[in-house]
């Protein structure tokens, strides 16, 4: 007979040292997941932080990656939206997690894409390609986004539309959420991209920023120091070439200990899969 999952299932059996229990995954193409784990009582963690997450490894040591939690911190649970790298040690056997397994979380969040890194302005642009979007699934969702800016600017750009689903059902969601979605009305503003395939709207964050497209598109003034603030996550090239359009534009980065315009981080270590 197959048992149901039921909330006292998800207590950490604590077989693996940081266990937590997978309570939900959604594959959402062959090459991208996501999960939700139960949530360490005493993990208090900033949007936009990561932490590493991991299974045992085959020779009985913890094999541990870099995952920025894609829930906000007022989330009951955490979430993660993950790559599958074909030959990757972590991913090739955590692409195959069931709700009921245990992962390993050591509960220690990090990151600069943090609100503290930022001094106040008006709007806040988050520029994200690939799986760059999870920081900014969990910022998105942070009351504080919207309490600190008038206009918050989603820019995901993937190869092609399958890949964009997550964060588009995700901002979809948003507009209905009890909790926020009256928050959210009005001042977010979703701008996904493809490069590949064909969607409604084409091209590279760089180019669209660059271009003026995106500021045409959605009616707002060229991005400026005074007025505009981002964060910015994907691949290295990625990050480089965006760090260059926003310098252009005046910004300058900041860190959790120098709040300025923008801040960075990486999607990932790495040239890509
Ligand atoms: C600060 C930080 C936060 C991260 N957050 C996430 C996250 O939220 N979700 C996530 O899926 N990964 C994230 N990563 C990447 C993650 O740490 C692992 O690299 C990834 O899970 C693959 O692990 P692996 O052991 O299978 O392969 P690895 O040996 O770690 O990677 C193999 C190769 O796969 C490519 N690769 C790795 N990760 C990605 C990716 N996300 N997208 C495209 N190519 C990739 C790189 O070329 C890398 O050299 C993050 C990395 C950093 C540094
Ligand atoms: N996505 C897939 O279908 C797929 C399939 C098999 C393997 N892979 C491999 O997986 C790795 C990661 O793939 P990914 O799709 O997550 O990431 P990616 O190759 O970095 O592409 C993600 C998005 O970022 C854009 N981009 C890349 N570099 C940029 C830059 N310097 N400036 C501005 N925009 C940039 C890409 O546009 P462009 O399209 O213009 O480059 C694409 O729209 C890659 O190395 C790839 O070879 C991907």
Redesign the pocket.
Known sequence: MTESLTVTDTKPKAHLPDAQIVTAVKHW?D?LFSFRVTRPQSLRFRSGEFVMIGLMGDTGKPLLRAYSIASPNWDEGLEFYS?K?PDGPLTSKLQHIKVGDEIILRPKPVGTLVHDALLPGKRIWFLA???GLAPFASLMRDPETYEKYDQVIMMH????AA?LEYGRQLVADLQNDELIGDMVAGKLRYYP????KETAHMG????NLTSGKVFADLDLPQMNAAEDRAMVC??L??????KAVLEGFGLREGANSDPQEYVVEK??VG???
């Open positions: 193409t090459r790559i790298v390609t690939g799986t750009t993937c190869r092609e890949e991209t493809t490069t590949r590279r964050i760089t180019d994907g691949s090239a990625f990050n480089v070439d965006v999607a990932f040239d890509g899969i």
